[in-house]
C-alpha cells in the first residue's frame, strides 16, 4: 500500500513538473511577439509545409526528395493539426516540441526501473526540463529534442530487450531506432553503448563458438533479426535513395562549415573545453553544473550495476567524440542532458542514503539552479556575465554565464537585440508578397541584396504558406550571383544584419553589378518601397517585360543585337559585355536574351567557351543550365524570352566568346545557322581583352583603370 502511494505521488510529481512546462512553453510560443523564423527552424518549419502539401495532394512518392539533408520525423509531427488549422509557425513549434517532451519525460520515467527507485527520475526530469537549452529550443523548430527524446525512448526499450530475448521489446525497438534515425543522423551516437551492451549480452559467452551461439541463442538471432529490418524498413524509404547527397553533405560541413562558422580547430584547448564550457552556459547553468560534476563524481565511485556504468561510459563517448569533429555546437550534444540529468538524481540518491541532509543539500541547490535558469529565462532575472575572454572561452561570444545563455532572447544576443524585438509585420513580409505578381503557373524568382535572415526567411516560408510560388534567393556564394540579372524580382537594401562573415564579399559584389546593370540598361524598374526597423530603405524592382538596346554604356561596355540561332528553335536575340574592372579586377559581366521560336523537348545545357586569339580550342570554359538550372529549355514555350548573366574574370590575352547548345545525354549540340557557325556549332559573339597592365577591351574599344 505503501509502495503504490509512493509510486502516486512520484508519478503526481513528474506530471506537475512536465504540465508547467508545456504551459510555459505555450505562452511563450503563443502569448508573445514571434520573432520571424530564420535559418534552420526555418528550414525545418518549410519542409514541414512541404511534408503537409504532398500528403494533402496524395503525391507521396514526392516526400523523398524534399530534404536531401535533415531527416523528417520532427516535420512530420504537427501535419495531423495543421489538417485543422492551416500551416502555422505558432502551431508547428507548439506541437512538435510538446510531442516529444512528453515522450521524453515519459521514458526518463520508465529508464528509471533500471535504477531501483523512481526517485531519480523526478530529478531528473527537474533538471532537463529547466536546463537552459531545452528552454531555448522550446520555442523554435528544431531537431534536437526529438533527436534527444528518440534517444532516450531507444535505451530504454533496448535495455528492456534484454539482450534480445523478449521478442516485444526486440520490436519496440527496431521500431524505435527507425524512427531514431529519422529524427536526426546523429541518432547513433547517442544509442550505440546499450546496442553493444545488448548485442554482448545476447552472444555471451563467447567461448560459446559460432556455431554454438548460433545453436544456443536461436531466439535472440530472429528478435535481432527483426529488429534490424524493422529499423531499415522504418528509416531506409528516407535514407536509401538520399545517401548519396546526404553523405557528401555531411562530409562538406564536417572540414568545412566548422571551419567558416569559426568553431575551434580540433584538438586545440578550445576544442576541448567548447563542450565543458557549453555545460555551464546551455546544459546546467552554473550551480547545476557544479552538481553535475560532483554527482557524477559520486556515481563513478559508488557505482553498484551494468546501467549505471553504461551511463557513464555514454556521456565520456558522446563529449569525447563531439569535441573531436571540427563542427560544433552546444545543440550537437542535447541527448546528454537526460543521461547527465539521471547521473545526477542517481547520485544525489546514492547519497540520500548516506547523509540524508547533504543529499537534501544538493536537492535545494538543484532546484535552487533549475529555478534561476526559468526565471532567467523568462526575463525576471537578470543574465550575469561571469568570465567574458573571447581568446579563450569557445562558446557565447566568448562569455559564460551564471544562469545560462539563451539564444531566442534579446539579452541572449546583444547585437541581435534591435532584430528579436521585431515581427513579421515590422519586416513588411505581407506587403512584400502582395506586390510580386505570381499569376503564373512558373515560379517567380526575387533576388534579396541583402544578408538579413529576418527578410528572407519569413519571404520563403509565408510565400509556401500562401501557396505562393516564389523562389527566394540570395548571394551566399559565387553560384548565386549568376541567378541575379535573370530574377524577376529584385529587393535592394544596403541595410541588413550581415548575418553570414563569408558572405559580405558577395553581397557588395552582387549590389555593384545590380546597380551598374541597372543604371545602364534599366531592365529593372522601382515597384515598392519599405521602411526596414533597422533604418534601412527597401526597393522592390521589377524586371520589365522588354527592355531596349541600352545607350547608357560606358566606352569599355558592349552591347548589341544579334540573330543568332540554334536548332531552330532558339535565337540569341542580344549579346552584351559591361566592364566590372571598377568592382572587382579583370572582371567582366556577360549577359544575353534568347527567344524561344518553337517548342524545345530536352533540357540544353548551354556552353561558353572563351578561345586564345588565333585558337579554336577553349582556353576557359562556363557550362550551366539556363537561369542557374531554374529555368530548363523544355520549359521555354514559343515566343519567351530567356535573360542570362554571368560573372567571368578574364586572364592576359584576348580571347574569342564563342557560345552554343549541347545535350548532356547524348553529347551533341545545336546546329547554329550558317552566319555564325564557327564550324564546330559554337556561335561567335564577340571578343573580350585583357592587356597586361589588367585593362579590359571588349571589341576593340579600351578604357584604362
Known sequence: MKASLNEGIEKSTIIV??????????????????????????????????????????????????????PPLATLIPIPIYAITGPDPRVGIF??????????????????????????????VFAVLTSPLILDQAITFMLDIPLTAMAVLTWYLLLKSNGFRSRRYSVLSGISLGAGLLAKWTFPIFVMVPVFYELNLSISPLTLGIRGILKQRKNELKNLLTLSVLAVLVAGWWYIPNFKALLSALKYNSQVSGALEGDPPILTLQSFIYYPSSSINYYFGLLGTIVLIGMFIVVLKLRKDDFESLLIIQIITGFLIFTLTRNKAPRFLMPMIPFMGLVIGIGIHKIFKRKKYAAIAVTIVLMVSGIVNVLTFQGVISQRTLIEDPNMIPVSGGRIFATGFYESRIFGHVEWAEYLKTDERDWNIKEILADINDTSDDPVTLYILAQNPWISWPLRYRSLMED????????????????????????????????????????????????????????????????????????????????????????????????????????????????????SRSTVLITYTWKSLKKVKKDYIIFVHFTPKGSIDAKFQQDHGPCGGKCPTSSWQPGDTVTESYVVQIPSGCYTIRLGFWDPASGERLEVDEIHNDGYNRAIVSTVCNDESHAIITNGTQKRR
Open 17 to 70: 513538473i512536465t504540465t508547467l512546462f508545456i504551459v510555459l512553453i505555450l505562452t511563450n510560443v503563443f502569448g508573445t511577439t514571434m520573432t520571424p523564423m530564420i535559418w534552420d527552424p526555418a528550414i525545418h518549419f518549410m519542409d514541414s509545409i512541404k511534408y503537409y502539401q504532398a500528403i494533402r495532394t496524395l503525391s507521396p512518392h514526392s516526400m523523398i526528395t524534399i530534404d536531401r539533408y535533415y
Open 95 to 124: 506541437i512538435e516540441n510538446a510531442v516529444f517532451i512528453v515522450i521524453l519525460v515519459y521514458a526518463l520515467y520508465k529508464l528509471s526501473e533500471f535504477t531501483g527507485s523512481r526517485v531519480p527520475s523526478i530529478i531528473a
Open 468 to 583: 505562393k510560388h516564389i523562389d527566394v534567393i540570395e548571394p551566399t556564394n559565387e553560384r548565386n550571383i549568376i541567378p541575379l540579372l535573370s530574377a524577376d524580382y529584385v529587393l535592394y537594401t544596403e541595410g541588413g544584419f550581415l548575418s553570414e562573415p563569408w558572405a559580405l564579399d558577395y553581397v557588395k559584389r552582387a549590389r555593384a553589378i545590380f546597380k551598374k546593370y541597372n543604371n545602364i540598361t534599366r531592365e529593372f524598374y522601382p515597384v515598392s518601397r519599405y521602411k526596414f526597423p533597422d533604418g534601412a530603405i527597401g526597393v522592390l524592382y521589377a524586371r520589365r517585360n522588354s527592355t531596349p538596346l541600352p545607350e547608357e554604356k560606358s566606352d569599355s561596355d558592349n552591347c548589341e543585337n544579334i540573330s543568332a540561332v540554334f536548332g531552330n528553335s532558339i535565337e540569341l536575340t542580344r549579346f552584351c559585355i559591361y566592364n566590372l574592372s571598377e568592382i
